[in-house]
């Protein structure tokens, strides 16, 4: 029905900037939300951020702090992360994801739809 594809990652020092891409192809769709998950290897996915699609309200997880921001363009139907100040603990594969109705942002099981992830690594 959907595919989402992330781009953007790669290796970048600390304190570094990056932007992440996510772009949804396919059926046309009318999400609610889309949202940028990571994961650490052995660790479990956490929530980054999220996004209304209609209205552009944004929702951070407690470590963003202010370095994180997420944005979308509508017209090519893709949602970004700009990601500054970057820390060596912010490595992880970054995905993106949509859901259809309200709910709790942070949680990944009222997103049904995935990508596949793109790599984020913060060195030293």
């Known amino acids: 029905q959907v595919q989402l594809v992330e781009s953007g990652g790669g290796l970048v020092q600390a304190g570094g900037s990056l932007r992440l891409s996510c772009a949804a192809s396919g059926r046309t769709i009318s999400s609610y939300a889309m949202g940028w998950f990571r994961q650490a290897p052995g660790k479990e996915r956490e929530f980054v951020a999220a996004i209304r699609w209609s209205t552009g309200g944004t929702y951070y997880g407690d470590f963003v702090k202010g370095r994180f921001t997420i944005s979308r363009d509508n017209a090519k139907n893709t949602v970004y992360l700009q990601m500054t100040n970057l820390k060596p603990e912010d490595t992880a594969v970054y995905y993106c994801?949509?859901?259809?109705?309200?709910?709790?942002?942070?949680?990944?099981?009222?997103?049904?739809?995935w990508g596949q992830g793109t790599q984020v690594t913060v060195s030293s």
């Open positions: 994801a949509v859901r259809y109705k309200s709910g709790i942002y942070s949680s990944i099981y009222e997103y049904p739809y």
